[in-house]
């Protein structure tokens, strides 16, 4: 069982960044694949960034590839989400996700735990 809480979100002006957190409880956090996603109304949940247990491998969207980066720091049970240049088409409520093992096909079902989110709003 893994809880995860996100933070960081807000309301900034294009080109500006943001920096979210994901906190996760339990002891096995290293074991997870971790990964953010965001939702607009209206659309489904869309994969945005991916990082395995270790940190050695990371996956992004081609619309942030460039501009966001993924980390996570296993010692302290967080993930990160540093996202720069922003623009009015990353506003969304983004969720952490944690999924056991392996990396899947980096789609929202394919991940086992979720966040409650965090609203991002970029204005232009």
């Known amino acids: 069982q893994v809880q995860l809480v996100e933070s960081g979100g807000g309301l900034v002006q294009a080109g500006g960044s943001l920096r979210l957190s994901c906190a996760a409880s339990?002891?096995?956090?290293?074991?997870?694949?971790m990964g953010w996603f965001r939702q607009t109304p209206g659309k489904e949940r869309e994969f945005v960034a991916v990082?395995?247990?270790?940190?050695?491998?990371?996956w992004y969207v081609d619309s942030v590839k460039g501009r966001f980066t993924i980390s996570r720091d296993n010692a302290a049970n967080t993930m990160y989400l540093q996202m720069n240049s922003l623009k009015p088409e990353d506003t969304a409520v983004y969720y952490c996700?944690?999924?056991?093992?392996?990396?899947?096909?980096?789609?929202?079902?394919?991940?086992?735990?979720w966040g409650q989110g965090t609203q991002v709003t970029v204005s232009s």
């Open positions: 996700a944690a999924r056991y093992g392996s990396r899947g096909r980096l789609t929202a079902p394919e991940y086992d735990y």
């Open positions: 339990g002891r096995t956090f290293s074991s997870y694949y």
């Open positions: 990082i395995s247990w270790s940190g050695g491998g990371t």
